[in-house]
């Protein structure tokens, strides 16, 4: 018998977005001690998967980095995130606590749900990725995304199923990421949330900037 890993991707969001004001930034102060990505005061983390936070279960085994990259998780998503950005001019991303609690609550219902896959539905703007557990890493989710480059046409796209993860990475307006991660039925599912949301329709052309963009 022959075993076959995989990874795929839902496609991101109406094609028609209204936008919102965004929630004020979170307090710093308010927030330590509420995400154990990031925060040293946190305690123990599960030995096999650097920051999850304390109410998801822990995968059995780390998901392997596919280039060697070393950090937390959440370092290793913001930096994934901000060198394909970076390509198009758009400015560097922030790690969200906030939004890394919003992520993991949802992939959290995922598994509990009997480890389906869907979007939230909620205020901020979402990535979803899944696979074979092991296979997909944060640099390998982000680039998944991000090869829906090859799909996106230049200067007039816009909202389309098959590009619709890569237009979020890079969206200029968006400033800050938080993620999670659930291990269920031998899969890996990753959800990221941005703020502010990205893919507004009539927003594309000044937001998602081509690699020729002046730098």
């Given at each position: ?195 502010p949301a990205g893919n507004w329709d009539g927003q594309y052309r000044e937001n998602v900037l081509p690699a020729t963009c002046k730098k």
């Amino acid at each position: 018998m022959r075993f076959v890993s995989f990874a795929f991707v839902l496609g991101c969001g109406p094609a028609v977005r209204q936008p919102q004001p965004s929630p004020p930034p979170p307090d710093p102060a308010a927030q330590r001690g509420t995400d154990p990505w990031t925060d040293p005061s946190a305690g123990a983390r599960p030995a096999a998967w650097t920051g999850q936070p304390d109410d998801a279960t822990p995968p059995p085994s780390a998901p392997a980095a596919s280039n060697g990259s070393t950090g937390s998780i959440a370092e290793r998503f913001v930096d994934a995130h901000n060198r394909v950005r970076a390509k198009h001019c758009a400015p560097p991303l922030a790690w969200s606590p906030k939004l890394a609690q919003v992520a993991q609550s949802w992939a959290n219902k995922l598994r509990d749900k009997g480890c389906v896959f869907g979007h939230s539905g909620g205020q901020y703007g979402e990535n979803l990725a899944a696979g074979t557990a092991g296979v997909l890493d944060p640099e390998a989710t982000v680039k998944m995304w991000y090869d829906e480059i090859a799909k996106y046409r230049f200067p007039d796209g816009g909202f389309s199923m098959q590009t619709g993860h890569f237009t979020q990475v890079v969206w200029r307006g968006t400033k800050q990421v938080g993620c999670g991660h659930v291990s269920c039925k031998g899969n890996d599912i990753w959800v990221c949330n941005y703020d502010p949301a990205g893919n507004w329709d009539g927003q594309y052309r000044e937001n998602v900037l081509p690699a020729t963009c002046k730098k």
